[in-house]
């Protein structure tokens, strides 16, 4: 048991490590935030803290303790992160993408959001013959013209109708 204990206080480490330096470049790289996240429901995060406030008085050593601690504040990361466009590049699920890597984008409106939908190979996975990639990031309608002109200032002839397979 106490192996297990260790290498889930490993991996919450690495997860905490990750998600706090994805966090430090989203709010360097962003300027323009947009909605947060949804891959996780409110209720499974206010499980989790509840679950992580609950174990927290029956611990058995101080590792759990510190496993405990780490666990919250990889949930509070999770919550920091959002997806946008800054100057430099775009900001989605936790992967920064420079504009000279995009091939193409479009957006579309819809009732209560504004989606933006952009093509794009990666760098680390050109060279194995992969992708190209999608990212859809969701704005609020509000900020749609901002969003269109910045991308118009930074990508002036990437915007293509993109078909209903790419997107």
Known sequence: MDILN??????FIAIFVFLAYQVIIM???VTM?????K????AIVVFLIIFDIFSFFIYVDILDLVRI???????????????GIG???IFGTATRIYYRDILAYDFKRSDKSFNVYFLYNDQKDAS????PYNLCIEFDLSKEKDVICTLQNKL????????????
Do not use: C, E, H, Q
Request: hydrophobic share 45%.
């Open 27 to 29: 709010y360097k790289t």
């Open 69 to 83: 601690i780490i666990s919250t504040l990889v949930v509070f990361l999770f919550l920091l992160l959002r997806d």
């Open 6 to 11: 260790d290498v889930l206080l490993i991996i």
């Open 87 to 89: 100057d430099d590049a």
């Open 156 to 167: 002036p002839k990437k915007y293509k109708r993109l078909k209903k397979d790419n997107i």
């Open 33 to 37: 935030y947009a909605m947060p996240i």
């Open 128 to 131: 194995k013959g992969k992708g």
């Open 39 to 42: 891959k996780w429901k409110i």
